[in-house]
């Protein structure tokens, strides 16, 4: 790792990467939300809003970040190259455990957690290279390069598929286990041809198509599962 991630206390480097990804999503980093985030990765259940504020505030002091208070946080290029490649290692950890050593995908984000934080420039260019130079992890999220550049496919939630439309599904969170675990049971993971049958209205469940025609099979599923996925137009 390079010497400002390593000097760097470790919740200030995972507060950078939640940055990184909820501005990826779209997200407003808010002191609240951060403070679920953080409190979920450390499981401690006992940081403040006042705590994460202070946190905001020290990550601004060195040049990380822009805090306004009250409006949210944003990178500084500083803190962008920090943020990218405490994600670099993240999910290259991510594809390793799970094409290595057969970690489901609801399993592989907190055990990466667990080592980003040690592994050396050496050994990311080691696993960079032993996995083909990856450009997206396991959940289809994508994998920053050195510079800290991405390849980042368009796609669009699976909620907004038209009817009758056909996509190849592209992302799905990482951000709660047990949806990657009825992801994986329905078949909706990186990689899977979906075709969308019908949607009953005022955010009514969809009936999705999930598979290949043969072997596929059409299911009904929420909003918020199918919030959960981003997709691929076809034109098949």
């Known amino acids: 790792m390079t010497t400002e991630l390593r000097d760097l206390p470790v919740r200030a480097v995972d507060c950078l990467k939640y940055i990184y990804k909820m501005r990826e ?3 407003k980093v808010t002191t609240s939300a951060m403070r ?3 409190e979920t990765q450390e499981q401690s259940g006992q940081l403040s809003d006042a705590a994460v504020t202070q946190l905001f505030k020290l990550l601004a002091k060195e040049g990380f970040v822009e805090h306004t208070p009250y409006r949210g946080v944003e990178l500084t290029p ?3 190259a920090v943020a990218a490649e405490s994600v670099r290692h ?12 057969g970690y489901s995908l609801d399993e592989v984000d907190a055990e990466a957690e667990k080592l980003e934080h040690a592994i050396s420039e050496s050994f990311e260019d080691r696993l960079d290279t032993l996995l083909g130079h990856p450009v997206v992890d396991p959940h289809g999220d994508p994998i920053p390069n050195k510079a800290g550049e991405v390849i980042d496919e368009p796609s669009l939630p699976l909620t907004q598929l038209e009817p009758g439309r056909e996509a190849v599904v592209r992302r799905v969170s990482d951000d709660n286990a047990e949806m990657l675990r009825y992801l994986t049971q329905l078949g909706l993971v990186p990689g899977t041809r979906v075709q969308m049958r019908g949607r009953e209205p005022f955010e009514g469940p969809l009936r999705v198509f999930i598979g290949e025609d043969a072997g596929g099979q059409e299911r009904v599923i929420g909003v918020q599962v199918a919030g959960s996925v981003r997709v691929a137009p076809t034109t098949r």
Do not use: I
């Not at 993240?90 to 050593?101: N, S």
């Open 25 to 27: 999503r779209g997200e």
């Open 36 to 38: 679920e985030l953080l």
């Open 78 to 80: 500083r803190g962008e």
């Open 90 to 101: 993240h999910r290259l950890l991510e594809l390793f455990l799970a094409r290595q050593l």
